[in-house]
């Protein structure tokens, strides 16, 4: 089975209710990045200089030599950027995440300890703020591990939560291997936390944002004023606030950086914006560790019964054969072509399913056709359906009919098995036995092009319901 990786479903139409605390309308959770020390930099056993998210938009690069403007820059997050923005949060009273470089923490003795006395939540960035793209398993591995090794040392306890950024495609997999992170939030996915599993192991995500985020003023049509910031936050909080009101929370992630919205000339459209939502009754502002522990006890992980995607060939045909009447072939090319986690929905097989189906000949449809039985007909009565079409011509009372009833139903069956040389096929489970009898003598008027795909269609819409009964939406 050729498998597509990504997951494009999500939660879907119908994302869960947060119930966040005090019924509030949105959570609005502040990260702040603490990287300077930790960036690309010769002493730092690098091959080049910093060249991300500076003052000097476009940088490169500068191998082999230390680049003193950029490292200047940096400092400035430490030395001045780091203290502005924690009076302001102590001075509110507003919890806030770090995510620390692990060997920018080991250079910033003060600012740790400052981070701890204002209980603070110091989550991983970790072992140094460089690229991993390239990396190979085994030194990520080990990069991560040093990561926690160093976070130890310098806060007296391992990391709970975990934000690579500069990440690899093996990153989050990699951290859920390791253990003990209540949370990894090296996805932009989703405005809500969610479950994922590696190997078997329930991981919790909490996506992190790029939108929301001060890197911004350092990026190329990103912000270039305080108030365009202090606007687009101040949007995003309405609208989020009002999904809440209308019963469908959700959470709201600020990145921040020391050197970037620690600059006064930035720092004033966080502060106006932190007075407008402290304006507003229901909002709930947490660390993103706090958001875990919320959320494992609010929506703890259940793992699902049945996975499709997660089926080996022949479980998949014999659990899903089926769903097309007689017509496993169907099963076979869906778990032939490509599938991926849209694919575990009922919606999501349906159309995997039904794809096979469209995409097959005008002959092998029919035969899809000719393998339903007649409604009512001599199967039904001798007891020979299928388990789903005996409970679907049950549903409409068709196991139940009078003689006269049964009389008509013959006639009405082999009027139209004449006329188009397959049975009549109507999702069962959508009608009652009258609206049944008027779809009959209404579709013995069509010519059969046109019936062969109304039949079709039904086939169709009979497979969806049968996949309904056994897989979410």
């Known amino acids: 089975m050729p498998y597509y990786p990504r997951n494009m479903h999500g939660y879907g139409q119908h994302p869960p209710h947060p119930h966040w605390p005090n019924d509030a309308h949105v959570a609005v959770q502040f990260v702040l990045n603490y990287e300077e020390g930790g960036e690309n930099n010769i002493l730092h056993g690098d091959a080049a200089s910093e060249a991300f998210l500076s003052e000097i938009v476009g940088a490169a690069q500068w191998p082999g030599q230390r680049h003193w403007n950029m490292e200047s820059i940096y400092e400035y997050g430490a030395r001045a950027g780091f203290w502005r923005l924690h009076r302001l949060f102590t001075q509110r009273n507003i919890p806030i995440t770090i995510y620390a470089v692990a060997s920018a923490l080991m250079r910033s003795p003060a600012q740790v300890t400052a981070m701890q006395e204002a ?15 390239d990396m190979s398993k085994d030194l990520e591995r080990q990069q991560i591990q040093e990561a926690i090794r160093l976070h130890t040392l310098a806060t007296g306890q391992r990391p709970r939560g975990w934000y690579t950024g500069r990440c690899s495609v093996n990153t989050v997999d990699l951290v859920s291997q390791e253990g003990g992170c209540e949370y990894i939030s090296d996805t932009y996915d989703d405005d809500l936390p969610y479950w994922r599993e590696h190997n078997n192991k329930p991981q919790l995500i909490i996506p992190y944002t790029l939108d929301s985020n001060d890197m911004r003023f350092a990026t190329p049509q990103g912000f270039n004023s305080g108030d365009q910031f202090f606007t687009y936050l101040k949007d995003l909080f309405d609208t989020l606030y009002q999904e809440g009101a209308n ?5 709201m992630t600020i990145g921040l950086h020391c050197r970037l919205i620690g600059r006064p000339g930035r720092i004033a459209s966080l502060t106006r914006f932190i007075d407008y939502i402290q304006k507003h009754d229901k909002v709930w502002i947490p660390t993103r560790l706090q958001i875990a522990e919320h959320w494992k006890k609010t ?35 869906a778990f032939d072509g490509e599938l991926a986690p849209a694919n575990d929905t009922a919606v999501g097989l349906h159309f995997a399913l039904r794809t096979q189906f469209r995409a097959a000949s005008a002959d092998e449809r029919l035969q899809v056709l000719l393998a339903h039985p007649d409604l009512a007909g001599k ?17 409409a009372g068709l196991d139940l009919l009078t003689d006269e009833e049964r009389e008509m139903f013959t006639k009405l069956n082999q009027e139209y098995t004449t006329k188009f040389g397959f049975p009549f096929i109507i999702a069962v489970k959508d009608n009652t036995k009258a609206s049944i009898v008027d779809a009959f003598k ?8 046109r019936e062969f795909e109304t ?8 497979a969806l319901l049968r996949l309904k009964a056994i897989l979410p939406d």
């Open 247 to 251: 019963g469908m929370p959700k959470m």
């Open 119 to 133: 209980n603070w939540e110091i989550a991983s960035h970790g072992y140094k703020w460089i690229e991993h793209k």
């Open 299 to 333: 929506h703890p992980f259940v793992k699902r019964d049945l996975v499709p995607t997660q089926l080996d060939r022949q479980a998949f045909i014999e659990r899903f054969g089926s769903i097309f009447e007689h017509s496993a072939w169907i099963a076979e090319r």
């Open 379 to 395: 199967l039904a009565m001798a007891k020979r359906l299928t388990a789903e079409s005996t409970n679907e011509q049950a549903s």
């Open 455 to 462: 039949a079709c269609a039904q086939v169709e819409r009979i």
């Open 442 to 449: 209404r579709r013995l008027s069509n010519d059969r092009e």
